[in-house]
């Protein structure tokens, strides 16, 4: 008399389907979990290079609006003597210059943002959009200093190629003129 055996298990091309099925499983997840890990660095990229680049716009903004006096301006730089800042009571010059070599915005000689690809200052006649820009900054005649920087973003497609991104603002200067 033969006896049926009761044992039921898997057999081995079960079991080699299932690892199988297993492995694309998991390789689909890392592969997924790989998009989102660079999306957020990514993004995480983007907001930090946004909010430094909006701090040294709104410093930039500060300082331009409140000069006492531009002794030397040119399309990467500027210098004046700021309203605010006393030494000993005489106004010290400020200077606000790109290196593009270094890539970096600096106002007396300290980094104010770093990652920059391109700094420009226009000097306007007209405070409209039109801008009409001359050479340099004039006490007469600069209605609005437009500050224009490009600075590099985020590494978007993991080749190390930075997209840049271009930030603006416009100041109306208030020059005070101390006697």
Same mark, same amino acid.
């Given at each position: 008399?033969?006896?049926?055996?009761?044992?039921?298990?898997?057999?081995?091309?079960?079991?080699?389907?299932?690892?199988?099925?297993?492995?694309?499983?998991?390789?689909?997840?890392?592969?997924?979990?790989?998009?989102?890990?660079?999306?957020?660095?990514?993004?995480?990229?983007?907001?930090?290079?946004?909010?430094?680049?909006?701090?040294?716009?709104?410093?930039?903004?500060?300082?331009?609006?409140?000069?006492?006096? %531009?002794?030397?301006?040119? *399309? &990467?730089?500027? $210098?004046?003597?700021?309203?605010?800042?006393?030494? +000993?009571?005489?106004?010290? /010059?400020?200077?606000?210059?790109?290196?593009?070599?270094?890539?970096?915005?600096?106002?007396?000689?300290?980094?104010?943002?770093?990652?920059?690809?391109?700094?420009?200052?226009?000097?306007?006649?007209?405070?409209?959009?039109?801008?009409?820009?001359?050479?340099?900054?004039?006490?007469?005649?600069?209605?609005?200093?437009?500050?224009?920087? %490009?600075?590099?973003?985020? *590494? &978007?497609?993991? $080749?190390?190629?930075?997209?840049?991104?271009?930030? +603006?603002?416009?100041?109306? /200067?208030?020059?005070?003129?101390?006697?």
């Amino acid at each position: 008399m033969q006896t049926r055996s009761t044992q039921h298990g898997f057999t081995l091309v079960e079991m080699i389907a299932s690892l199988v099925i297993l492995g694309v499983v998991a390789m689909v997840g890392t592969l997924g979990m790989a998009e989102v890990m660079r999306s957020y660095v990514m993004t995480s990229d983007h907001s930090s290079m946004s909010q430094k680049t909006q701090v040294a716009l709104a410093r930039l903004y500060l300082e331009l609006q409140h000069l006492a006096e %531009v002794t030397a301006s040119g *399309d &990467t730089s500027i $210098t004046y003597r700021p309203r605010f800042t006393f030494a +000993q009571g005489i106004l010290d /010059p400020a200077v606000n210059a790109y290196n593009a070599g270094a890539g970096t915005l600096t106002l007396d000689g300290n980094v104010l943002l770093d990652n920059v690809q391109q700094f420009e200052l226009r000097y306007c006649t007209s405070s409209d959009l039109d801008c009409n820009p001359t050479a340099s900054f004039d006490d007469e005649l600069t209605q609005v200093i437009e500050v224009n920087v %490009v600075v590099g973003g985020a *590494d &978007t497609n993991g $080749t190390g190629d930075r997209v840049p991104r271009v930030f +603006q603002t416009r100041v109306q /200067p208030v020059i005070f003129h101390f006697s």
